[in-house]
């Protein structure tokens, strides 16, 4: 063999490398051309604006922007001196150049966020600052003595950056200093760590109750003749069929003081018509609706996995001596695990950024931390500190991914 | 103490029923009384009934009615778990998830059998059926004949009285299911093992059993050593179902003193048969000839035997056999097999013969 060395050559004499990747490339176009349409709408809507939402976490140029003067003056200030009457030129520069343009608003409102109260002392400032005259910083702590404090300028400082991790810090209830230091939020201000504890807890324990009342439905479905199990299997799946919103009311209907569940109570005496239990509007209502309503998404990988496993190793345990509850644990339950992880995996994170059930039936503490997201989307309007609480949450659930394939392996898991 | 080992039944099926939906009986009166140490093969069609009574003697399956015997005791009320039968499954039923040691150690660690005893049962096991050397690996990752011979070894390493298997060389090819046909009947001797084995191949169950229990729409149609079930088939379900066999279709014209019978077949020849399960002149009957005891070859054809004329239709050279396709008496399909010797006489197609056969080779069986 002395041509070894050069490359094989198909029939026309192009090297049969090239060759093999012309006749592959138009079948690839073409599949490429079929998937386009929808890639491009993926790209479109659901890519790009998660990245430009997300981006909004760690950048907001909106203070750099509408107050050019003052960004440069305290840039270059160690934000422990006392404030210099070049900053308070600039300030007033600024203030005079927003109050024309009418952005005033949004910059206040920026500031605010750092340190709540200074909202009013600039649209007030601003009002006046066309006729402030130099030296200007004497001028400013005239029409407030707040213009002379070192924090009301850190709060500036920090506003100003472009780049700015001070979002994602009070999204873990930490803050971030103008020196570049973080430290821990006051006692009474520490909300969203609490929130995504409660969050985990409520989807950790959603996940557990799925699993034990999924596990026996599904178990009874994948040994049902395919008949009748079929038709339970449309059983299951009547909720996914059913609007969110009508499973989460009826629940309410169910639940409250005067529902169907407490009324039953009272006439079998389990509970007094003046004592009734409080099953909603709080974290048991949040659990028992979000268990209901994410069941189905537990029961169907378990099903699937179940279904492909052979009732002749269960037989063959039991031939071979093993008690009924033995074979169960020791052969049946190892090939169903497969199922568990898909099933749990999908409900937990199905349940970390669940959002209408809460909100309707959560009451004060069954809140969870996408209802405190949606507060900041629609009515704070802080849609930083939302695209902050947002990033926390995904880098989480990246990581429980990262997790459950270290453990389980993500090939291991079967969702259909 | 009445009864000495060898007469006292280890299996027994008494009068067994079952149903399925309470309309249809699956198993149909099943009788059937094995001796210890018997390797019995219970073969038939599929939806005959077998694997169901394989099923209930495993314990998976309960009767609709009758009793099943083990041991002399009956079983129907014992739980699987607790009848100490081995058995061999159709896909093997490896444990996926545990090794090969762990898929053996597993029958002798529900019965709290110590490590050291075990390990030794695991070995003893592991080397009868030549796998010593694969107890760390995964049933994924042997082959198939190694999977069958794994499971084999997981049946027996708990030293089971019975062991069951249904249809374990199903999913091997040709030449290793006969290896290992051979290997299973050497296995079963040697260890003085009572078997049930199930299977819808009749080589198999012909190559491997000490009786073959020939299934048929819920009923046992004859059960009996191979060598008799092959050449004294009951009646036409068995002559049709074991091995390959000549048909030709007639009416019985008398029952002669000697206890042969008279046929006269629907072309008018009259032919001399064993009757089998005809009784009355007048009644029609299939009379059933094996290839092999066709004989055309004029000097081997012995004297007196009544000879019938046959046209050659094709000839088939198969190496160690010919394989002749004949029409004789209306029949088109019928197959004379003759020893390649080196004084055969090969048939043309066109060619005109005769042929004959002994009248207990000629059995008239049930129409």
């Known amino acids: 063999m002395s041509d070894t060395s050069g490359p094989i050559l198909a029939a026309d004499g192009t090297p049969l490398k090239k060759k093999l990747q012309q006749t592959l490339f138009r079948s690839r176009a073409r599949a490429f051309g079929l998937v386009f349409p929808l890639l491009a709408f993926i790209i479109i809507a659901f890519i790009l604006p998660i990245i430009l939402l997300l981006s909004q976490s760690v950048w907001d140029s909106r203070y750099a922007d509408l107050m050019p003067e003052s960004t ?54 601003a009002r006046s ?57 006051d006692e009474g201000r520490r909300i969203h760590v609490k929130l995504f504890w409660r969050t985990l807890e409520i ?9 034990l009342l999924g596990y026996p439905v599904a178990y009874l479905l994948s040994t049902l003749p395919v008949r009748t199990s079929n038709l339970l299997l449309i059983l299951v799946l009547l909720p ?121 039936v959560g009451g004060q503490d069954g809140q969870m931390i996408s209802n405190i997201i949606d507060f900041h989307m629609r009515r704070s309007l802080n849609w930083n500190l939302a695209a902050a609480l947002g990033l926390v949450l995904l880098v989480f659930v990246l990581f429980l991914f990262w997790l459950y394939d270290r453990i389980v392996g993500i090939d291991n898991m079967k969702l259909g | 103490m009445a009864e000495s080992e060898s007469d006292a039944a280890f299996v027994e099926f008494e009068r067994v029923q079952k149903s399925y939906d309470g309309e249809t009986l699956v198993v149909k009166d099943l009788n059937l009384k094995m001796p210890r140490g018997e390797f019995l093969t219970m073969l038939g069609p599929s939806g005959s009934g077998k694997t169901t009574c ?65 390990e ?31 499971a084999l070894a997981r049946a027996l390493v708990f030293e089971p009285e019975l062991v069951l298997m249904d249809e374990p060389l199903g999913a091997l090819d040709k030449q290793l299911r006969e290896k290992m046909q051979f290997e299973i009947t050497h296995l079963a001797h040697q260890l003085g093992i009572t078997v049930v084995y199930v299977t819808h191949d009749q080589t198999e169950a012909l190559t491997m059993s000490d009786r073959v229990a020939v299934f048929d729409d819920g009923r046992i ?47 008018g020849e009259l032919i001399d048969c064993t009757p089998v399960n005809v009784s009355q002149p007048g009644e029609r009957t299939r009379v059933s000839i094996r290839p092999e005891r066709v004989e055309y070859n004029k000097a081997r054809l012995q004297k007196g035997v009544h000879t019938l004329k046959a046209e050659v239709l094709e000839f088939i050279y198969m ?35 005769e042929i004959g056969w002994l009248p207990q080779d000629c059995r008239a069986l049930d129409a």
Do not use: C
């Open chain 1, 129 to 185: 600052a066309a006729k402030l005259e130099a030296p200007y910083l004497g001028a400013l702590i005239d029409r407030d003595e707040d213009w002379g404090k070192i924090e009301t300028w850190a709060a500036i400082k920090v506003a100003a950056k472009k780049f700015n991790p001070s979002y994602l810090a009070s999204a873990v209830d930490m803050k971030y200093n103008a020196d570049g230091t973080f430290e821990r939020e």
């Open chain 2, 221 to 267: 149609q004859q059960i009996a050593p191979p060598d008799q079930l092959y050449e004294e088939p009951e009646n036409s379900f068995v002559a049709q179902f074991i091995g390959e066999n000549n048909t030709l279709e007639g009416v019985i014209k008398e029952i002669r003193e000697n206890g042969l019978a008279l046929v006269q077949l629907d072309d």
């Open chain 1, 240 to 360: 996914f069929w059913t609007s969110l919103l009508v499973r989460t009311t009826a629940w309410i209907a169910m639940l409250q003081g005067q529902g169907v569940l407490n009324d039953l109570f009272v006439v079998f005496g389990i509970a007094t018509d003046e004592d009734r239990f409080s099953l909603i509007y709080n974290k048991t209502g949040t659990l028992i609706a979000m268990t209901h309503i994410l069941l189905p998404f537990m029961i169907l990988p378990l099903y699937s996995v179940m279904k492909t496993i052979p009732p002749s190793y269960v037989r063959a345990a039991k031939s071979m001596g093993a008690r009924p509850s033995t074979a169960f644990w020791r052969v049946y339950f190892p090939q169903s695990v497969p199922g568990i992880g898909a099933g749990a995996l999908l409900v937990f994170i199905l349940a970390i950024g669940y959002y209408i059930t809460p909100a309707l």
């Open chain 2, 54 to 118: 394989l099923m209930m003697l495993a314990g998976f399956e309960t009767a609709t009615h009758g009793e099943i015997k083990l041991g002399g005791k009956p079983i129907n009320n014992i739980p699987p778990h607790k009848r100490g039968i081995g058995m061999v499954f159709q896909n093997y039923a490896l444990f996926p998830h545990m090794t090969i040691e762990e898929n053996l150690s597993f029958p002798l660690e529900v019965r709290n059998i110590g490590k050291s005893d075990r």
């Open chain 1, 203 to 211: 989807s950790f324990l959603v996940t557990v109750f799925t699993l």
């Open chain 1, 72 to 125: 440069k003056a305290v840039a270059g200030w160690d934000s422990s001196t006392p404030p210099t009457e070049e900053m308070a030129a600039a300030m007033v520069t600024d203030l005079v150049q927003a109050r024309e343009n009418k952005t005033i608003g949004k910059v206040a409102t920026r500031v605010n966020r750092e340190l709540s109260g200074t909202r009013s002392l600039f649209t007030k400032t």
């Open chain 2, 319 to 353: 190496g160690d056999i010919f394989r002749t396709r004949l029409r004789v008496a209306g029949n088109d399909e019928f197959i004379v097999k003759t020893r390649n010797a080196p004084d055969q006489e090969r048939l043309q197609p066109g060619q005109q013969i």
């Open chain 2, 120 to 150: 030794a049962k695991i070995k003893r096991a592991l080397d009868m059926v030549e796998m010593g050397t694969f107890g760390a690996r995964r049933p994924a990752q042997l082959s198939g004949g190694q999977q069958q011979r794994v």
